[in-house]
């Protein structure tokens, strides 16, 4: 006799059983992330995997059925997580998402709409026109005339900004001019395109870690050839914002100088007005800040670039991805014109009035993923995100005056948007402070937030920065629901973490997990 099938149940009632299983999850945990390091992950999720150490497959002949695969996944899923919503939980540009957009996914989900053709996608074709329409008149563009797409992130908008330079660049020729600062994704574009070489040039930052502009100068000035000039609002550590209008002047000088009195070297020029010189804005962190009062100032100048990278996965409190690239030039996409698909677009279409944003996009399936963001932008407005936005950066600022206050805490950089960065030393005439040289410290800092990684209780983030390239640590404050008291109690867990490990030895790090 077969047994009869499990019935396959409805999404109503496992949305249900998710929501309980993530709440059962969360409790297991019992903070920001799982306890004992990665060994011990590993081993639980394998288990609710049903890997076996002798390597039996995840993959069974026959299935345990919905409820219990999804059930007992859910739960070890949230039981294993670094959860960004864990005021604890505070290293990476990674946010608690809010929970209409993750309600709002849930649909897109469900629907599975796809933006490659319009037949796939009535309803999100205009939902994401409008999304990248307002998203523009937010950094200063015509949304009338700017153009764009929700893309996976920071680094695949970051490729679009430089495969537009280079599309506007006369034979296609091209040197990338970035800080020392900037996101590894604009070196990994250049790589894609193969750009000149040397494709990058790396602009020394201040103190402050923004691009040094005068050096920008110099070094275009040295160049004969087109250039894209990528200005960072909101480095990755230290939440820097280069200087954007001053950025944007020295680009314009470059445009002029090829276009008057043009190099001997330098490629015939187009008359294209952005051929010899591009401003890409990586605002991936920093675009946020546009939503509020306080801090848009920062953002000055973004308005005169020729493309720009947000990310609403980091200030914008969505599920990722939410990536958002801008252009206020909507002709310049030709590399994704030049490649024709007949299935997924035609002129006769086109011509009938169905739109296709298929060369808006490297990517040919694609999610709606503009549809949690129009779900928030509608729900929370402006001036409920930049409230957002402001509680971040108070929580911010309320940490580096902990950090000043606190004399084994040294901090890196002022507070611009939401991150603190800064490094254990310990006291002055403390057990094994003389003894501190600078790798001490730095294996020092390493060991502390590996001890608190390790212990299921921070997670905190770590870089290295100054002339002398010293390990730093960092808080990424994203959680606008995390108290000052919450701060103030994971600085005091970092300091004392350092405290126990320096110890009584002559300075040693005890144990360096
Ligand atoms: C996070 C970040 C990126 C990369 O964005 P993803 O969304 O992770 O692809 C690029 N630039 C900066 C400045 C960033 O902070």
Redesign the pocket.
């Known amino acids: 006799m077969t047994e009869a099938p499990e019935p396959r149940p409805g999404l109503n009632e496992l949305v249900g059983l998710t929501l309980t299983a993530l709440a059962e999850g969360r409790r297991r945990r019992g903070g920001p992330l799982p306890a004992g390091g990665p060994s011990r992950v590993r081993a639980a999720i394998q288990a609710a995997l049903g890997v076996s150490p002798d390597r039996t497959s995840l993959l069974p002949s026959t299935g345990i059925g919905a409820t219990a695969a999804l059930t007992g996944l859910v739960e070890a899923l949230a039981a294993g997580s670094a959860d960004p919503a864990d005021p604890w939980c505070a290293a990476h540009?990674h946010c608690p998402p809010l929970p209409v957009a993750v309600a709002a996914d849930l649909a897109v989900s469900a629907l599975n709409p796809s933006l490659d053709s319009w037949d796939q996608a009535p309803a999100a074709t205009t939902i994401e026109t409008e999304v990248v329409a307002a998203l523009a008149a937010l950094a200063g563009f015509d949304p009338d005339r700017a153009a764009g797409t929700i893309t996976?992130?920071?680094?695949?908008?970051?490729l679009m900004g430089l495969l537009l330079a280079r599309d506007a660049a006369p034979n296609g020729r091209l040197r990338v001019f970035r800080s020392a600062a900037?996101?590894l994704?604009?070196d990994r574009a250049a790589a894609v395109l193969g750009l000149d070489a040397p494709p990058v040039t790396a602009i020394p930052t201040d103190d402050q870690d923004r691009m040094r502009v005068d050096l920008l100068r110099r070094a275009l000035a040295e160049h004969a050839g087109p250039a894209v000039v990528v200005a960072?609002a909101?480095?990755?550590d230290a939440g820097a914002v280069d200087p954007l209008r001053e950025i944007a002047a020295a680009v314009e000088e470059h445009r002029s100088r090829l276009r008057v009195r043009p190099h001997p070297s330098a490629p015939a020029e187009t008359g294209h007005p952005a051929s010899s010189g591009w401003l890409h804005v990586?605002?991936?962190?920093?675009g946020g800040a546009l939503f509020s009062d306080r801090l848009a100032g920062h953002l000055d100048g973004i308005a005169l670039a020729d493309s720009v990278?947000l990310?609403l996965?980091?200030l914008g409190w969505q599920p990722?991805?939410a990536?958002v690239f801008l252009t206020p030039r909507p002709d310049g996409w030709p590399s994704l014109r030049a490649a024709h698909a007949d299935y997924l677009r035609s002129e006769d279409d086109e011509a009938a009035g169905f739109p296709s944003l298929l060369d808006r996009s490297l990517r040919t399936t694609r999610r709606a993923d503009s549809f949690p963001i129009a779900v928030a932008l509608r729900a929370l407005g402006r001036d409920g995100l930049g409230a957002l936005v402001d509680a971040c950066h108070d929580l911010a600022r309320h940490a580096e005056r902990t950090v000043h206050a606190d004399p084994r805490l040294e901090p890196a950089f002022p507070v611009t948007l939401s991150t603190v960065v800064f490094r254990y030393r310990p006291r002055a005439g403390a057990t094994g402070s003389a003894a501190c040289t600078a790798d001490r410290l730095d294996q020092l800092n390493d060991a502390i937030r590996r001890t608190l990684l390790l212990g299921g209780r921070a997670v905190v983030g770590r870089t290295r920065t100054g002339p002398d390239r010293a390990v730093h640590l960092k808080l990424t404050l994203l959680n606008p629901d995390a108290t000052q008291a919450d701060v103030d109690t994971l600085l005091r867990l970092v300091a004392t973490t350092g405290d126990e490990l320096v110890g009584g030895d002559g300075g040693g790090v005890r144990s360096v997990p």
């Open positions: 540009l996976t992130g920071g680094t695949e908008s970051n900037a996101h994704s604009i960072t909101g480095t990755t990586d605002a991936a962190y920093g990278a990310d996965h980091k990722a991805p990536g």
